[in-house]
């Protein structure tokens, strides 16, 4: 079965650290792209950031950018999302989701959620 | 970045009958060198995360019911439901994907009337 299941999501206060996890299964995780996409409480989706099928290329959205950083380990099928410098407005339901060849995301892990307060 | 814009933010629609939701782009994500619109439709139930209903604007992800269409080129693009289902309660989002900051649209609730 393709799977993907996050974990790692937590309460953290603002300004601190947290690093994001993302076991993929069932498929050749190092032929695909991977994205994280998060979303706030009873709001919409927001795409954070791209991570090629190499490593070679990544994105990410202007609202994290300098404070996160994807990763991905192709010999463990994991991807990553380090997140530092964390603020109330980064709470939110994060997803790791893969990328097809039109860069639509058809596989969604079930969420992790992180929460930033004091 | 390409703002997505959704309307209405909300539909309420009889079962059985027709729904429309409309995406319109900022800008045109038609990419001319394949002539493909980079646009997808989602499906979010509650405490679900969302399922690929279409991408290419118009092509069905495998083992999405044919009463989900998608159409429309360039800014312009339609989902409809043909027949609406219980099961079709969900909020839908288009996202775009030429740019390489994707975008995701704001959302439309979807319900019985």
């Known amino acids: 079965e393709v799977q993907l299941v996050e974990s790692g999501g937590g309460l953290v206060q603002p300004g601190g650290s947290l690093r994001l996890s993302c076991a993929a299964s069932g498929f050749i995780f190092s032929s695909y792209s991977m994205n994280w996409v998060r979303q706030a409480p009873g709001k919409g989706l927001e795409w954070v950031s791209f991570?090629?099928?190499?490593?070679?290329?990544?994105y990410y959205a202007d609202s994290v950018k300098g404070r996160f950083t994807i990763s991905r380990d192709n010999v463990k099928d994991s991807l990553y999302l380090q997140m530092n410098s964390l603020r109330a407005e980064d709470t939110a339901v994060y997803y790791c989701?893969?990328?097809?060849?039109?860069?639509?995301?058809?596989?969604w892990g079930q969420g992790t959620m992180v929460t930033v307060s004091s | 970045d390409i703002v997505m814009t959704q309307s209405p933010d909300s539909l309420a629609v009889s079962l059985g009958e027709r729904a429309t939701i409309n995406c319109k782009s900022s800008q045109s994500v038609l990419y001319s060198s394949n002539n493909k619109n980079y646009l997808a439709w989602y499906q979010q139930k509650p405490g679900q995360p969302p399922k690929l209903l279409i991408y290419?604007?118009?092509t069905r992800e495998s083992g999405v019911p044919d009463r989900f269409s998608g159409s429309g080129s360039g800014t312009d693009f339609t989902l409809t439901i043909s027949s609406l289902q219980a099961e079709d309660v969900a909020v839908y989002y288009c996202?775009?994907?030429?740019?390489?900051?994707?975008?995701f649209g704001q959302g439309t609730k979807l319900k019985i009337k």
């Open positions: 991570v090629s099928s190499s490593g070679a290329i990544i």
């Open positions: 996202q775009q994907s030429y740019d390489t900051l994707y975008t």
């Open positions: 290419w604007a118009s």
């Open positions: 989701a893969r990328g097809t060849l039109a860069s639509a995301f058809d596989i």
